[in-house]
């Protein structure tokens, strides 16, 4: 019985897992391990080699990617077929590590983002007045993308009038110039209790004060926001109100028509960060629209079709704020790439954005679905149109412990103490865009899995 096998692993320079895995290569090579023969146990492999459960684990998933085995829920693993070259199975480039650390949309072959790129590009620079375009622009943008912009937007915000709409070289640099128009030093800011670093490493520059708003599963509190308002007269209220970064909350309509009612009463302003709002189709509306005269929207296109376009459309509450946003773009980046704007705008109007955006959204549900089976029986906050989840640890586990653990296992995430204002919570976000492919996803998840499996004490050492 195949169960029975029992390899020898001899001392040599580099990983254990990897010499597992050539043991194995070697072993089905040779005919004592035949196709559909079954492996033992990883738990009682481990424990007849003296090592780590996970790096039996991270053995099996190496040699499950170079082709040697297969696995299935409930049966366990069998060999697959004549081993593979041993190049497969040879010490991993770093730079092949899973990374569930940056937060970006996957890229589906759907999508023909490449090729949109191409033919749009084609299409714009045989345009006559390309090269016009391709001159410097007015700081709030061109008059034609701020048009296209609009025309876009107006799907959720309703009516934008062209002269409230701004057109941003990304998020980062509209936030930073909102917060230059709206606060002083000193400025009290509301934010949620765990908020986008970016806005943090903004308002900071600026001297505001942050204050942090309790959030619940929906989002932030509007209690806990009324209290703050009372108690420290804040300038203004940053949030993420669908599929919060990190946690992935919505706010519910409901919700977001009583915070503008409080914050209208206070004197406060919205700053609505929309980076996901194009991503669910039934999103509630955005405070933009339900409280235009006192919102500062921004929805970026880095999130929901490619961060290198770098291009976010910010709708301000009147001309007045748009002449004054524009004046600090102009301060921090001149004005957005108006080759980026042109192709975005491009896209608007022939409808490639809406398909990007629809095939991004279809990725997202799929490796969601990975997820959830990878991560079954523990507590997972996500969306099915969202590229991220937040996953609270199990105790005894600690963030900083486990992301060590994680490192050395090849998988990158990010620990709560990155988004905290105030005392962090034991968890990590787990963003699932950047990984090239659903086989690799799997890989991360089952690693990352495997280590919340067990506790702390019971992982002396991983190689």
């Not at 301000?316 to 773009?329: D, F, I, K, M, Y």
């Not at 963030?399 to 968890?427: K, W």
């Amino acid at each position: 019985m195949m169960e029975s096998w029992s390899p020898t692993i001899l001392e040599e320079a580099g990983p254990k897992y990897l010499a597992i895995v050539r043991v194995l290569a070697d072993d089905i090579r040779s005919g004592r391990l035949a196709p559909g023969m079954r492996l033992p146990p990883q738990r009682s492999l481990a424990k007849h080699l003296d090592v780590d459960l996970t790096t039996v684990t991270r053995a099996f998933n190496e040699a499950r990617r170079a082709g040697l085995i297969d696995a299935s829920a409930g049966r366990g693993s069998f060999v697959r077929a004549a081993a593979s070259p041993l190049a497969k199975v040879r010490a991993p480039d770093p730079s092949a590590s899973v990374d569930f650390s940056m937060n970006m949309p996957p890229q589906p072959a759907e999508a023909r983002l490449a090729e949109r790129m191409e033919a749009g590009l084609a299409r714009l620079s045989a345009a006559p007045g390309f090269l016009d375009r391709m001159q410097y622009q007015d700081s709030a943008g061109n008059l034609a993308d701020r048009a296209a912009a609009a025309t876009w937007l107006a799907r959720r915000l309703g009516p934008v009038p062209v002269q409230r709409v701004i057109v941003a070289g990304g998020a980062q640099a509209a936030l930073s110039a909102i917060l230059a128009v709206l606060l002083r030093p000193g400025d009290a800011l509301c934010v949620p209790a765990l908020t986008y670093p970016g806005l943090r490493m903004a308002a900071e520059r600026r001297g505001a004060r942050l204050l942090p708003v309790a959030t619940d599963g929906d989002g932030i509190d509007p209690d806990s926001f009324l209290e703050r308002c009372r108690a420290e007269r804040p300038r203004a209220l940053y949030l993420v109100p669908t599929l919060d970064n990190p946690t992935t909350a919505t706010l519910p309509l409901a919700r977001r028509e009583r915070i503008a009612e409080i914050a209208r009463s206070h004197g406060v302003a919205i700053i609505e960060d929309d980076a996901y709002g194009a991503l669910p189709p039934d999103a509630p509306a955005p405070f933009a629209a339900l409280a235009g005269d006192i919102t500062w929207h921004v929805a970026t296109l880095s999130k929901c079709v490619t961060p290198g376009l770098r291009i976010a459309y910010v709708v301000v509450p009147g001309t007045n704020e748009a002449v004054r946003v524009a004046a600090e773009l102009r301060a921090i980046s001149m004005m957005a790439s108006p080759l980026a704007a042109a192709l975005a705008s491009h896209w608007i109007t022939h409808g490639d954005l809406d398909a990007i955006v629809g095939a991004i959204r279809r990725e997202n549900g799929r490796r969601q679905v990975v997820a959830r089976e990878a991560l079954v029986g523990l507590e997972v906050h996500a969306h099915p149109c969202g590229h991220h989840l937040w996953l609270p640890l199990p105790a005894p586990w600690r963030r900083g412990e486990f992301g060590a653990h994680a490192r050395q296992l090849g998988v990158s995430v990010i620990q709560s103490d990155a988004f905290a204002v105030g005392p962090a919570p034991d968890a990590i976000r787990v963003s699932l865009g950047a990984a090239p492919d659903s086989e690799a996803l799997r890989y991360g998840l089952g690693l990352l899995a495997t280590l919340l499996a067990h506790p702390p004490g019971a992982i002396s050492s991983v190689v």
